[in-house]
């Protein structure tokens, strides 16, 4: 199983964009990344997500390395309403249809004014 | 779309009370729940994972006696916590992903979680 580390903590400036980092080395090749946020322990909200390619949608960025054992999340213009808990998440599914998630630990992201 | 209802929000017992957590897939038929469980300022941590007529599979160390997952139709399942005691007061959090076109590989959806508080 992939385990997934992030920074605990991260400031970043009104308008400016957002680099949120994740290692999770010990990816193998059927799992895939995604990213969600959680704001005051309401339910996480879906970023956005990835196997292989850089993705890119309304919300966010998603560079995956090409070995993929690392990722960055991207806000390109932060907001105050940003300010959250970003989850950096590996998850894949066996035969059966058992799937496996594993959440990180989690980056409290402070927007500043 | 693709909204998650869970209920109730908060609720507060006895210890040795059972209770049991709805989570509901408003607008999509959920092939694949999942619960969740998360201590103050820590990460989620996989529970179970159920699919619809399937008995859940738990992840290791979750008792399955004792947190009991139902998921009987495409847009409900529920959690029992039985007998529940102070160490089991957390927040709980299903998702739903609803397979699709896209397969498994479709984003999970959120409830807003519940609250448990047992005293």
């Known amino acids: 199983d992939a385990k997934t580390t992030q920074p605990p903590s991260m400031d970043c400036a009104e308008g400016r964009a957002a680099n949120l980092p994740c290692n999770h080395s010990?990816?193998?090749?059927?799992?895939?990344v995604y990213w969600y946020r959680q704001i005051h322990s309401q339910g996480p909200q879906y970023i956005i997500h990835?196997?292989?390619n850089n993705e890119t949608n309304e919300m966010a960025s998603l560079i995956i390395t090409e070995d993929r054992k690392s990722s960055t999340l991207i806000l390109p213009h932060a907001t105050l309403r940003d300010t959250a808990v970003y989850y950096c998440?590996?998850?894949?599914?066996?035969?059966?249809?058992?799937?496996?998630?594993?959440f990180g630990t989690g980056t409290k992201l402070q927007v500043i004014p | 779309g693709a909204v998650v209802s869970q209920h109730p929000s908060w609720v507060i017992c006895k210890s040795g009370t059972s209770v049991k957590i709805e989570c509901r897939s408003l607008?999509?038929?959920?092939?694949?729940m999942f619960w969740y469980r998360q201590f103050p300022k820590q990460s989620l941590m996989l529970m179970a994972t159920?699919?619809?007529?399937?008995?859940?599979?738990?992840e290791q160390g979750v008792e399955k006696d004792k947190f009991l997952i139902n998921h009987a139709s495409l847009t409900l399942s529920t959690l029992t916590v039985t007998s529940a005691h102070p160490e089991d007061s957390s927040f709980y959090i299903c998702?739903?992903?609803?397979?699709?076109?896209?397969?498994?590989?479709?984003?999970?959806?959120f409830g807003d979680g519940t609250r448990l508080s047992i005293l």
């Open positions: 998440i590996v998850r894949f599914r066996l035969s059966g249809g058992y799937q496996k998630v594993t």
């Open positions: 010990t990816i193998s090749g059927n799992e895939y």
């Open positions: 607008d999509f038929q959920a092939t694949t």
């Open positions: 998702s739903a992903d609803s397979g699709g076109q896209g397969g498994w590989v479709q984003p999970q959806h």
């Open positions: 990835g196997l292989k």
């Open positions: 159920s699919n619809e007529g399937s008995k859940a599979t738990y």
